[in-house]
């Protein structure tokens, strides 16, 4: 899938949740349906594209290990697993406008956390459909976060300096922005405009493809 039309297909996932999902005449939508479990799915069917073929993806799963008394319990957007190993984990964000005050020291928090789980054995249940078995991954000594963020609005350009300063200076993770400019949920235009409109940093997409295949 090519990086503008995984774009393309997230604008029109915002257009689509905009209606109901029965229309009828007398039924009207106001708030918009989430999209981020779609986008999840999405962004999974984009990687699966060009990651090896031994490569599997977990959506939204949670992982856990140690015992009751220190247990680490946590969930990723998405887990790239090979070999039996978790290889990178992925949290997918639309923006950052619900968490643009407090994002830099949540970065700060999510890398310091990745070399407490390299080397240690995670629990969680498999699942397709109703059926669910029980599965043991290796967290790998390199594994790495990477934050993917769809759009660089609805955050001032203050708060975004905090974060792309960031960039390139951690040692355990790397937060990438997909698009610039126009958010991709932005009313009163059409998908063909917007597509105009809206910048897709090609270099971005470029960089975490490298770093994924690196690690993987």
Known sequence: MEYEKLIQEIISLYHKARNSLYPHE????????????????????????????????????????????????????????????????????????????????????????????????????????????????????KAKLFFVIISDQNINPTQLSEVIKRQGKKRYSETYILTKGIHPNTYDISIAELMRKIEVDKESFEKLNTELQKIV
């Open 26 to 141: 007398r039924i009207f939508r106001g708030e918009s349906r989430s999209i981020s479990s779609e986008t999840e799915d999405l962004f999974a069917k984009y990687l699966i594209e060009f990651l090896p073929a031994d490569i599997k993806l977990f959506i939204n799963q949670t992982i856990t290990t140690g015992s009751k008394e220190a247990r680490l319990r946590v969930k990723p957007d998405i887990i790239v697993v090979r070999h039996n190993k978790i290889k990178a984990i992925l949290d997918l964000k639309m923006d950052l406008g619900y968490k643009r005050n407090e994002f830099p020291k949540y970065w700060d928090e999510r890398d310091a956390l990745i070399p407490k789980m390299r080397r240690r054995l995670f629990s969680f249940f498999q699942k397709r459909g109703s059926d669910k078995s029980p599965q043991f991954l290796e967290f790998s000594e």
